[in-house]
Structure formats: C-alpha cells, structure tokens
C-alpha cells in the first residue's frame, strides 16, 4: 500500500533537531582557536606569516553568534541564541577543515584556502539562515556577511592585501552558487503549489519553536471548500448537565494548534453542555486550513440544534462483528450510533467516503446514523483505509449488520450519567487539554460506558487493557479517542500509553467511568445533521502531494549542495588563476 499522508507528514520530523546550548558550542569555538594557537607556536619557525586560530576562527565566530540574532530580529524574524552559536559553530569547524587542508602541500597556501572557506562560510550561512528564518535572500545577505566579514577583517591584519580582493571576488562566487542552490530547491513546490518551498519550512521552523501560526497562510493558499455532515445527539436531563455527542467528519490535524489541530477542545469549550467530540470518518486532506474554520462547524451544530423533538426511548447496546471491524451499536430514538475499531489491529484515519457510505446506507432505516471511528490502536504510522479495499468494504459490512440488529429492536426510557476529569499530563506524554469524558447509558438492567480520552490514537493492547477493567461496572463499553493533534507538535506517533503507562492512568478512567454511573438520572434525545458549509480544508490529495513534495525537495538537497560547491571551487580556482 502507498505511503499515507500521515506517514510522510510523520518522515519531516527527521530533519528536525534541537540545538545543543549555545555555552556548549562557544566553549568547543573557543577551545578550536586556542587548540590552533597552539599547534602554530609550534610550527612558527615554518610559517612565512603570523598566523592565530583565535585571531582567524575564534573571533570572527563570536561576530557571528553575537550579531547574527539582532540582525534577523530587526527584520521582524525570529532566532534563538542557541541556533546562532550552533550556525557559527559549525561554520567554524568547516573553515577550520578547509583552511589546515592546504597543509597537505604548503604553509603558503593557507591565505588561498582561508579565503575559499570564508567564502564557502558566508555561502552556507546564507543557505541555513533563508532555510530557517527568512526565504527573502535580500533580508539575509547581511547576517550571513558578519562571521566571514569578520574573518575578511582578520585576514587583513595577517596576510597580503590581494588576500582581501581574492575573498571579496569568492564570495561573490559562492553567492552566486548558494542562490542558484536555493532557486533549484524551491523550483519544486512553487510550481506545484506556487508558494515558496523555504518560506514553507521557515513557518514549519517557526511553528515548532515558538507556536507561530504562519503555516496556516500557506495552506489557506492550496485550501479548497467542502460540505460535509456532522451528526449530533442531544441530551437533556431535568436534573444535572446535559450534554452532547457529536461527530465531525473533519480532521484534527495536522499538527499542534495548527489548522484544526485542538478541535475537539474549541468544539467543546463553545457549548454549555458537557460536549463529546469523537473522532469521524475523515483523513488528513480534511485538515481544516486554519483554527477559524472550526467556528463555521460549531455554528452549523448550533444551527442543527434548533425546533427539536426530544425523546426518552433508547434501544440497549450490541456488539457486532465483521472480518476485522467489531462495531458498538445503540439505538437512540430515530438515530443509530455506531462505534468503529480494529484492535488489537491497528486502526487509523477512515476515508470520509466510507462514514458517507454508511450513513447513507442507514437512512433506510434511520433519520440520522453516527459513525464513529474509535481510533484505538496504533502500531505505528499508517496509511488511511480507503474506499473500496477490503478493510473498508468489512466495515461498511459490519455497519448492515448493526442496522439490521437495530432496525426493529424494542425501545425503552434511559437514563444517562456524564463525568469528565482532566488529567495530570501534558501534551508531549501524550494526552490532550480535554482528558477523559466518559457518557454512561442505562437502559432498563443494562449500562454502557463511552469512554472518550482526548489524543491521537492509543498503543496497541491499552484499550484492552482499559476495557477489562472498565467491563467489571458496566455492560458494554468502548474507548474512543479525539485523534487531537495538539500532541503531535513535530511527529505523528505520539500515542497514548507511549509516554505515560496505562497502570499509571488507568485508575483516573475508573474513577471517571464510575463518577459517570453515579450521576445517572433519566433523560431525553434527539439526533440531528448537521451541513458545515464552505469549509476550508487541504483537498484531496494535497496533504499528501506537498509532504511527497517536501521530502523530495530535502532528498536532493545533498546531491544538489555538492554539485554547487564543486562548482563555486571550480570558479575559486579560476578566479585564483585569473587574480594571481
């Protein structure tokens, strides 16, 4: 099966890092000139020139991490002084590679190869500094100058003035290699996409340092509307909170607060009632480009709401199975409900066609049918199940099933507990702002727990784990998650049970399971679809075409690099020839 796009959004998080301290890497810069000092008191007698490590590396170094922070931040940028020791660090060891490789033949080509790592210093600081602040490459020529600037200063006072011309003209070279490399680069997504493929990974930079919102532009850019059904039950109590289930057939995604990243959080922060946002049938193309477009959602929900009947009738819950596809089924008045997972195989996002295809195939028998996907085990990175394989035709089998054991069954009065606790976690381990909401239903002798824990997925074995324990006070029972994305800052994987172990919130989902029977009292609902209109999502396929884009672009980053410093030496050479 292809790749998904969970999967290749997940492959980006590998050419993300942290950077080491930035004490760490002026000790090392340091260390480097005094470790050269050294070794030239040494060979003194051999050199034709006064020659200092500290003078020619360590300094210039300095320049470029003191400077280089103020610089971008005039321009309305961000850069951490840890990014900005790390960029003059590794500047450092390469000019100090290049320069001591002339010792191979002669001390007296030490000012030449000098010169071509300065040049080769300024080239590489421009090509990270647009990659990780700004794409503009007018805006970063400056901070890109101020280390081999400063070792231009340095050559001055210990080498000949035509040291001097030779830098200036080779850093002409390698600007012009390093602007050709970048062209080369973003050719890719702009004309995929027509945004630039840079500026793309500065705001994915930017997003992850410091939360910037920025990347949603770019998908506002290659964004298009949709229509889609959220099906909703309401209910009402004469005594204690009601509440409301409701299901988007929107992704939580792609990542942190980002587009329709904390869904299920604003969904439920913007009801009074105590509100349940599981997961539907939606995959990554059903990003929302930005957070405000979840506001059209809650506005239909609000809308679908209105001139109501309510009724006290509930039918008792059932399990049914098909292939792979176990499904928990329970008739509320005139609306199904339908609780999907595979586990113990690994579940992940469904097709938005196939919860269609179910809840059209169940308006033969039903006004309204909740499909939810419980998304509740994860083994690792997976592909969305997609219309017409076989996972997805046991799915729309095992729904059949479930409306025909439902079509005719015996209704009674019900009564309905809720209890939600938040939990002592963060979003890095695992768990979402929402915690745990849990919705008991009791019909006549029998009680079923809809256990819903905000997060992206669980690790395979917990929701078995959790439900056995969960079966010893109720009937029936299933464990949903939100599939948040408020959890998965940089990766995909971050799933519960990964990070904090079940033994160690196991009892806070007991707790809330039995707060939630304790708080039964009799109720009334009423189902109800909701249209959300000119919604703006990724589009079909275009998650998956800009992260395969992405990836790509960063693949032949390498190969394209070497082929432009062979380049930019080459012409060092004939510059070398020409000038000498």
Not at 272 to 281: I, M, N, R
Not at 434 to 443: A, M, P, T, Y
Request: proline fraction near 4%; charged fraction near 15%; charge should be neutral.
């Amino acid at each position: 099966m292809a790749q998904g796009s969970d999967v290749k959004l997940g492959q980006l998080s590998r050419f993300l890092f942290t950077a080491p301290s930035w004490k760490r890497s002026l000790a090392i810069i340091v260390l480097l000139g005094l470790l050269i000092d050294g070794a030239s008191a040494r060979a003194w007698v051999h050199l034709p020139f006064p020659f200092s490590g500290t003078i020619v590396f360590t300094l210039p170094a300095l320049a470029g991490f003191i400077l280089t922070k103020p610089l971008i931040e005039h321009f309305g940028k961000a850069m951490t002084w840890n990014r900005s020791a790390l960029l003059a660090l590794s500047c450092t060891v390469f000019a100090v590679i290049i320069t001591l490789s002339s010792l191979i033949s002669t001390y007296s080509l030490i000012p030449i190869f000098y010169a071509i790592a300065l040049g080769f210093v300024f080239g590489i600081r421009l090509f990270v500094l647009v990659a990780i602040a700004d794409y503009r490459v007018s805006r970063m020529l400056v901070p890109a100058f101020i280390q081999s600037g400063a070792g231009i200063l340095a050559g001055y006072l210990l080498f000949p003035i035509s040291f001097v011309i030779f830098t200036i003209v080779l850093h002409l070279v390698f600007l012009l290699a390093f602007v050709l490399l970048i062209w080369l680069i973003e050719r890719p997504l702009y004309r995929a996409f027509r945004i630039h493929g840079l500026a793309f990974i500065n705001a994915f930079i930017a997003h992850t340092t410091d939360g910037s919102r920025g990347m949603e532009d770019f998908f506002r850019e290659i964004g298009e509307e949709i229509f889609v059904a959220q099906v909703s039950l309401f209910f009402q109590r004469d005594r204690g909170k009601s509440a409301i289930f409701t299901i988007p057939n929107l992704h939580p995604g792609p990542m942190g607060e980002i587009g329709g990243g904390n869904l299920p959080k604003i969904i439920h922060d913007n009801f009074e009632e105590e509100t349940l946002v599981p997961h539907g049938a939606a995959t990554h193309d059903f990003n929302l480009v930005s957070e405000s477009e979840i506001y059209k959602v809650i506005d239909a929900v609000r809308e679908s709401k209105r001139n109501l009947t309510y009724k006290g009738m509930a039918g008792k819950s059932g399990r049914v199975t098909f292939g792979t596809v176990q499904l928990l089924c329970q008739r509320f008045g005139d609306t199904l409900l339908l609780v999907s997972t595979r586990s113990p195989k690994k579940t992940d996002d469904l097709d938005y066609g196939i919860g269609l295809a179910i809840m059209t195939e169940g308006h033969r028998f039903f006004s309204q049918v909740a499909f939810v996907d419980a998304h509740n085990c994860m083994t690792d990175l997976s592909s969305p199940v997609s219309l017409g394989t076989q996972i997805a035709t046991e799915y729309l089998q095992a729904a059949s099933k479930a409306m025909e054991l439902n079509r005719d069954s015996d209704l009674y009065s019900f009564n309905i507990g809720i209890a939600h606790h938040t939990l002592p976690y963060t979003r890095e381990q695992g768990f979402g702002d929402l915690g745990i909401q849990v919705l008991v239903v009791k019909v006549e002798d029998q009680k079923t727990a809809y256990v819903l824990i905000d997060g992206n997925n669980m690790v395979v074995g917990v929701r078995e784990t959790l439900l056995s324990q969960i079966l010893t006070l109720v009937d029936h029972a299933e464990i949903m998650t939100t599939d948040s994305h408020v959890v998965n800052t940089i990766s995909g994987k971050n799933p519960i049970g990964l990070s904090v172990s079940i033994q160690e919130f196991a009892p806070a989902v007991l707790e809330t399971v039995k707060a939630a029977i304790a708080d039964l009292s009799p109720a009334s609902v009423a189902g109800s679809t909701a249209q959300c209109k000119h919604v703006v999502i990724f589009g079909s396929n275009r998650i998956s075409q800009l992260a395969s884009t992405v990836n790509t672009m960063l693949m032949y980053v390498a190969p394209l690099s070497l082929a432009m410093l062979l380049l930019a030496f080459l012409l060092s050479l004939i510059a070398y020839i020409v000038i000498g």
